[in-house]
């Protein structure tokens, strides 16, 4: 096996939900601009393409028609391997019942990414809503991940769903090695400072991955530090729509393409889709 130590992942969210074209009128909305901009990210240096998908309007949906065709469009760039990882968000659907359970599941299932998010627990989101993982939803998820061997990309927002994901290893609903997503900066969650950083990585296990993100002008620090402590990158107009302090982002392909460069003036390298797999154990259903 190679030696993938010296290797980094970029993962990149493509749209979310929550930015809107008057924050960032680059933001990709409809199926084939996010496709577009998967392949543009992909070309730039990124690994693994993080999606959510909009309605025709630009807010959020969880339509499995939507996914399946964001999807098919993303897939039929032939010559891009870039790894999917279809979310399972439902913070947008209000009442959370076992229906709204399997909608959120569905995609994922019936579209066989490599990856899916697995946000471990449940909080207030950005001062707008609840964004609601009820254990029942948790346990659904892990257990398809399981039968269908698709990672759980594990989201914390502070150091309750850490501990929360750890419980969950040890009652067979996640497998390890797990891979957790640090997600800091939202309102409700942990704010992005390089202090807690450092003590959100002193909490995960040892035979785990991880990669970070810093949300709004939290981006900058957390990218550096990350870089610094080992971990693997997630740069995207999902969580950031600047490029520096009151400049716009020009698309997801140049926030890429900078985390790219700082990555390789670390004296690192950037890992490809492939190297990606074999470091985090995906398995690539669909060709």
């Known amino acids: 096996m190679a030696d993938l130590s010296n290797k980094r992942i970029i993962s990149v ?29 992909w070309k730039a240096g990124a690994s693994i393409a993080h999606i959510h998908v909009r309605n025709d309007d630009g807010t959020p949906s969880t339509s499995f028609e939507r996914y399946k065709e964001t999807i098919e469009a993303i897939r039929a ?25 399997e909608q959120r599941i569905k995609p994922v299932r019936e579209l066989m990414p490599e990856m899916t998010s697995y946000d ?30 698709i990672k759980p990309e594990i989201e914390v927002f502070d150091s309750g769903m850490l501990y929360t994901a750890l419980r969950y290893v040890k009652r067979g609903i ?8 640090l ?9 992005a400072t390089v202090e807690n950083l450092v003590y959100l990585k002193s909490l995960l296990p040892e035979n785990c991955t991880w990669s970070a993100a810093g949300i ?57 889709p492939a190297e990606a797999r074999e470091i985090l154990g995906l398995t690539r259903h669909v060709e």
């Open 216 to 272: 709004g002008k939290g981006h900058i620090p957390i990218m550096y530090t990350t870089i610094a402590m080992g971990g693997h990158l997630r740069v995207d107009l999902e969580d950031n729509v600047y490029y520096h302090k009151g400049v716009l982002a020009e698309s997801n392909g140049q926030l890429v393409a900078r985390a790219a460069r700082l990555i390789e003036e670390a004296g690192l390298e950037v890992a490809t």
């Open 77 to 101: 760039y032939k010559d891009c391997d870039i790894c999917l990882n279809i979310t399972s968000s439902g913070g947008t659907l209000g009442s959370f019942t076992e229906d709204v359970d």
């Open 13 to 41: 969210a493509i749209t979310g939900a929550w930015p809107t074209r008057e924050d960032n009128p680059n933001l990709p909305v409809t199926p084939q601009e996010i496709a577009d901009s998967v392949y543009e990210s």
């Open 174 to 181: 996640l497998q390890e090695p797990c891979h957790f997503q």
């Open 120 to 149: 471990c627990g449940t909080m207030n989101w950005q001062d707008r809503t609840i964004m609601e993982n009820h254990p029942r939803f948790l346990e659904k998820l892990g257990k398809m991940c399981i039968e269908y061997n």
């Open 183 to 191: 997600i800091m900066g939202p309102a409700g969650g942990t704010t």
